[in-house]
């Protein structure tokens, strides 16, 4: 590649294709000036990349999980970075922190590190001390050495900026406001017009977020037809659950779909689901997609109480909580906000947030920090 341009390289984990913040971070490096090239990888169901207005590059490991696939991602990822001309090197997540931050040395250029959660406090790592510990020496390495760090809210930057006595920069990972967007009839996503709709989506659909207790919950609801949208590590429990008690015409699970086709089905939901347990402190400190998700679409909330989201929940009187997870209390919750005429107000609260919560005020803080770049 020829050109007079800067170029950005940005590295994540996962396979592009729903990583909505990656790619709103690489939209704005173009709006920066840079060029920008994303790597990734490729898994046996990757859909095929959009098209893009950046190059996208993704690696086709052997090892698809466990230690060996991250040697071997970790080693590729550093040998690709290497022999890529770069001016500059964008790390999503720790998981790809080491090698970016070796070829930067290596490189003199600048490196962004972007932390989208507590990486070491995943509910994955909880039982497994001795991958803890390793992922743990990596973060305490690099961490304190790095100039420009960026996280996804408050609370986690305080925890990082106390520990590591470095800045991070908040960007809330919020949606561009799409104006005159029309929800479609629920007719045209073959969903039956006399129930309310109810949304749990997410490409981390995991253990600890609610959605085992959320699928028993439905049982005790009336009226309601419940979609579950995306994918994650309790998904075949999800089908086992809905398949013996017989919840087929209560709950819809819907493997992940495009962005575009996602929106369609957020913005006629009545009622969007965030009810991750406070189990760990990465979801305890955790501030979802999906809840800016919700409100851009004009759909009202029910949540748990974690600080984060109970913040904006109650800043603009989007929504209601759950205070615990026992499957009638939420059963409970659900039937009787779909019947309240609160709801609507709810809903109609949704548009103010998402004026204020709106990715064109977010990223003038991301064009500050690039163009503040220093090695």
Known sequence: ??????????????????????????????????????????????????????????????FKKGPLFYFFFNLRLFFKLLFTKADLLFANDLDTLWPNYLVSRLKKIPVIFDSHELFCEVPELQNAPFKKRIWESIERKIVPKLKTCITVNESIAKIFEDKYKVKFNVIRNIPEQLPGAVPPDKSELNLPPDKKIIILQGAGINIDRGAEELVDAMEFVND????????????????????????????????????SKL??????????ISIDKNTNPNYFNSLPNKLFDYIHAGTPVLATRLPEIEKIILKYNIGSFIENHNPKHIAEKINHLIHSPQLLEYARNTALAAKELNWEFEKEKYLSIIKGLKY
């Open 224 to 259: 309601a037809l419940l979609l579950i949208i995306g994918s994650g590590d309790v998904w075949s429990i999800l089908e086992e659950k809905v398949k013996q008690k017989n919840l087929s015409n209560k709950v819809h699970l819907i493997k992940r779909i495009p962005k």
């Open 263 to 272: 929106n369609a089905y957020t913005s006629i939901a009545d009622l969007g």
């Open 1 to 62: 590649m020829f050109t007079t341009q800067k170029i950005a390289v940005v590295s994540v984990i996962n396979d592009l294709v729903t990583d909505n913040r990656v790619n709103k971070t690489c939209r704005v490096l173009i709006e920066s000036g840079y060029q920008v090239v994303l790597i990734g990888r490729k898994l046996p169901g990757s859909p095929d990349l959009p098209a893009w207005p950046f190059k996208a590059v993704r690696m086709n490991l052997l």
